[in-house]
C-alpha cells in the first residue's frame, strides 16, 4: 500500500448530522467499508452525549468493530476523559483534535489551545502506563491549521511552533486539518514542507474538505511534498455547521478512484466501496451525499495501481445487493 486512505465519515460525518444512525447501522456500514479494503476507520467520538447524541454510542461502536481484521479502529476524543473511555472500550488509535485558531479551541473544546496542547501531555503519560500491548497511539490533528470562519487567516508559524510543541507533549503523529475547506494547494505544500523539516518522522495526514471545491486539488499538492496518509469520508458526509448546504470531507471514492489512477496502491476494491455507499444511504435515507464517481464508475480500461483490471462501471453506485447469509 503506498497510500493510507483513513475512513472518518463515521464519526466525523455523522456527528455533523443531526440524525442519529442507530448502532447496528453503523456497524454494517463500518464492516462493509472494512470489506471494501479500508484499513483506518475512525468510528465514533467520545465526548459529551447531551452535545453529541449521535455519538453517545461510540463505545459499542469500538467494541463491534475490534474484531474486523487488519483495521487500525479510532476514535475522537478532546480530553484525558474522553481518551480514558475510548481506552477502556478498546480504540487502536485516539485522535485528539487541538485546534490553531484560539477563538475556535474556545468554542469546538471549551480550552484555550495551550491548555490542550497540555492535554495531550496528560493523555501520553496516562497511555504510556497501561500494559505494553494496550497502549492506543495518540494522533493529532491540528485543526483550523489552514485558516478559522471565526478567527479568519491563522499564522503559519503559529501551526508550525504548535506542532512542535505536540511532538514535544509525545503524540505519535501530528497532522494538519482544515475542516472549513479555506486551504489551497500552495499553502498546503508551505505547511506540509514546514511541518516535515520540524518534526519529521512524527508528521501525519491531512484531513481536506471540499467546501470550496478544492479537496483534491490540495491532496495533489501534499503528494507532491511527501504526505501519505489522507482523511476522507465516504460520499463526502460532513459539511460544516457555519455553511449550510456546503459539503463536507473529501469524497473517499473520488479519492481512490484519483489515487488508483495515478498508480498509487490504496489497496480499496471501488466496486465493494459501491456497496458500503448503498449501506450507508440505507442508513440515512434522503441525507445528502456527494461524489462523482459513484455516479459514473470507473472507465474503460482501467488499471488499479496494482495491476488489476475493474470492468467499466465499477464503483458506480448499484441497488443493494442481498445479504449474504
Ligand atoms: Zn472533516
Known sequence: MNILVSEVGPRDGLQSIHRTM????????????AAAGLREIEVGSFVNPKKLP???????VVRGALDLPGVTVMALAPNLRGAQAAGAAGAHKITMPVSASYLHSLANIGVTTDQAI???????????????GARPDIEIGISTAFGCTIEGPVPEDRVIDMAVRLAEQGADSIGLSDGVGYANPAQVKRLFTRLHAEIGAKAGGAHFHNTRGQGLANVIAALDV???????SQGGIGGC???????????????VWMLEAMG???GIDLARLA??????LEGLPGEAVYGYLPEVGVE?????????AAPEGTGKLVARPAVAA
Not at 474503460?300 to 488489476?308: P, R
Open 275 to 280: 456497496e458500503a455507499r448503498a449501506i450507508l
Open 241 to 255: 455547521p457555519y455553511s449550510p448546504g456546503a459539503t463536507g470531507n473529501i469524497v473517499t471514492e473520488d479519492l
Open 54 to 60: 449521535q455519538m453517545a454510542d461510540a463505545a459499542a
Open 226 to 232: 511527501g504526505v501519505t496518509t489522507f482523511d476522507a
Open 22 to 33: 442507530p448502532t447496528e447501522a453503523k456497524l454494517r456500514w463500518i464492516r462493509a467499508l
Open 300 to 308: 474503460k480500461g482501467f488499471h488499479y495501481a496494482s495491476g488489476a
Open 118 to 132: 497540555l492535554q495531550v501531555g496528560e493523555v501520553v503519560a496516562w497511555r504510556d502506563s497501561l500494559p505494553a
Open 264 to 266: 498509487l496502491d490504496t
